[in-house]
Every structure is written in structure tokens, then in C-alpha cells.
């Protein structure tokens, strides 16, 4: 039987089938039932143990750790807030502004209109739209 299982009997964390099953066994293993009941006896002797005050050194020593990981915390938390500000700036700064074609679609559409003079498919189409507000 697996310790874990006494263990976890002992501590009252299985199921009630796990439990069945962990009891039946142990009422037929000596072995596995002196395990048991040598755990449920210490886990008695620890229980019954007096509370202990932590020494008041270890008390600071703690509230002062804490107080740093917060403070270290709140440090990098600021740390990376300024990081990604500074990395939106560099963004909208270093984008370059979009510079537009050219020459404009349009007149490479005009000129291949007419010099090509018809004499492949593309110079016979016909324009469905003129664009509005493009001019230069």
C-alpha cells in the first residue's frame, strides 16, 4: 500500500470510496495498518505541541523581506509602465509619415491608355470610378 494513501487517510482527505477501500486493506495488512496507526500517532503528538512565538528577529526579518519585494515590485511594475510608454513613443516618433506614389495611378493608367492604342486587353478597359480627392 502506498504511504501516501495512510497519509491522506490519516489527514482525512479521501473520498469516502477511497477511504472503504484504504480501511479494507489495512484491516488485513499488519504492516500497512502499524504505519497507520503510527502516523495518526504522530500527527497526535504534533497537534498537541504549544503554540511558539516566532522570535522576534525573524518577525523583522520577514516584515522587512515583504517590504522589499513590494517595494521591488512596485519598482519594476513602474519600470515597465515607463518602458512601454517610451516604446509607444518611439513608435508614433519613428513612423514615417506615408509618402504617396508616384507617379499617381491614375496617370500611368492615362498614359498606357493612349499609347498603347488598343492593342492589348488592358488599354481597352474602361475606368468604373475616378477616384475623388486624390489630386495632387
Do not use: I, K
Amino acid at each position: 500500500m502506498n504511504g501516501e494513501l495512510l497519509s491522506a487517510l490519516a489527514d482525512g482527505e479521501l473520498s469516502a470510496g477511497e477511504e472503504a477501500e484504504v480501511l479494507a486493506h489495512v484491516a488485513g495488512c499488519e504492516p500497512c495498518a502499524t504505519e497507520l496507526a503510527d502516523l495518526q500517532r504522530v500527527r497526535l503528538l504534533v497537534r498537541d505541541l504549544p503554540w511558539l512565538d516566532p522570535p522576534a528577529v525573524l518577525v523583522r526579518t520577514s516584515r522587512t523581506y515583504v517590504r522589499d519585494v513590494r517595494t521591488r515590485t512596485r519598482a519594476a511594475a513602474a519600470a515597465g509602465a515607463v518602458l512601454a510608454a517610451a516604446a509607444a513613443l518611439l513608435l508614433v516618433v519613428a513612423t514615417p509619415e506615408p509618402q504617396p506614389v508616384r507617379p499617381r495611378v491614375a496617370q500611368l493608367v492615362d498614359v498606357h491608355a493612349t499609347s498603347g492604342a488598343g492593342t492589348d486587353p488592358v488599354s481597352q478597359l474602361t475606368p468604373a470610378a475616378v477616384p475623388v480627392g486624390f489630386d495632387e
